[in-house]
């Protein structure tokens, strides 16, 4: 990417649906300090691969930082204040990541955002997240935000049923996606994580996603 194509881009913001937009290179100034908090919070709470319900084992690698962390084994899905792997607290939010959640979630449209929970997913090449919606917090209003980091992916973005159309929305390092509001619970996921090697990231996409979880 040229300097100034790269400065352009940063300046842009995709509208997917009312209440739904990504905003193009929104962490770039900051990833140093995200990936900085992400090492230091794998270190206590590890990347893993939970089961699902059904049993399958999921191809995304996970861990949580905040009040509550996303969990799945056989009993279900669910959020729990302790890492079961650890049997402590998950990592608390670091300042960087609230204040990066904020500052996207307002200039989305969504003032005084204060997550407390966030999923932080690992994908290796050949990686996809099926298409689902969240829908184990409490609250369905306060936005989701998404931050991706590392190899680009392709996110896909749907309406309020499964079978609904999706967008295919191209996703790159430092971009942030914001979904709230009336467009909270609509289903999205990510295709599979082409191979590739990223310049500060290797063979991976990392994605945090904040949620509001009570
Ligand atoms: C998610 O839906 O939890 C993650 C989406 C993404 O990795 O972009
Ligand atoms: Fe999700």
């Known amino acids: 990417m040229s300097d100034l194509f790269a400065a352009q881009y940063r300046e842009t913001r995709t509208q997917l649906s009312e209440q739904a937009c990504v905003l193009h290179g929104y962490a770039l100034d900051v990833v140093d300090a995200l990936l900085t908090d992400i090492r230091a919070i794998e270190a206590s709470a590890p990347f893993r691969h939970l089961v699902t319900p059904g049993g399958?084992?999921?191809?995304?690698?996970?861990?949580?930082?905040?009040?509550?962390?996303?969990c799945s084994d056989r009993r279900g899905y669910r959020y729990d204040r302790v890492d079961p792997q650890t049997g402590t607290r998950w990592p608390a939010l670091p300042p960087a990541f609230l204040q990066l959640a904020a500052n996207a979630a307002r200039d989305a449209g969504f003032d005084g955002y204060v997550p407390d929970a966030c999923l932080i997913n690992r994908y290796a090449p050949g990686t996809r997240l099926s298409l689902h919606q969240d829908r184990d917090e409490d609250d369905r209003v306060a936005p989701i935000v998404s931050v991706s980091l590392g190899l680009p992916a392709t996110f896909l973005f749907g309406g309020f049923a499964r079978a609904d159309k999706t967008v295919r929305v191209p996703l790159q390092h430092g971009d942030v996606v914001v979904w709230g509001g009336e467009d909270r619970m609509r289903?999205?996921?990510?295709?599979?994580?082409?191979?590739?090697?990223?310049?500060?990231?290797?063979?991976?996409?990392?994605?945090?996603?904040?949620r509001k979880v009570k």
Request: charged fraction near 10%; glycine fraction near 12%.
């Open 187 to 210: 289903f999205h996921g990510v295709l599979p994580v082409k191979p590739g090697l990223h310049e500060i990231l290797g063979e991976q996409r990392l994605n945090l996603t904040f």
């Open 56 to 70: 399958h084992v999921m191809q995304v690698a996970m861990t949580n930082a905040g009040t509550f962390g996303w």
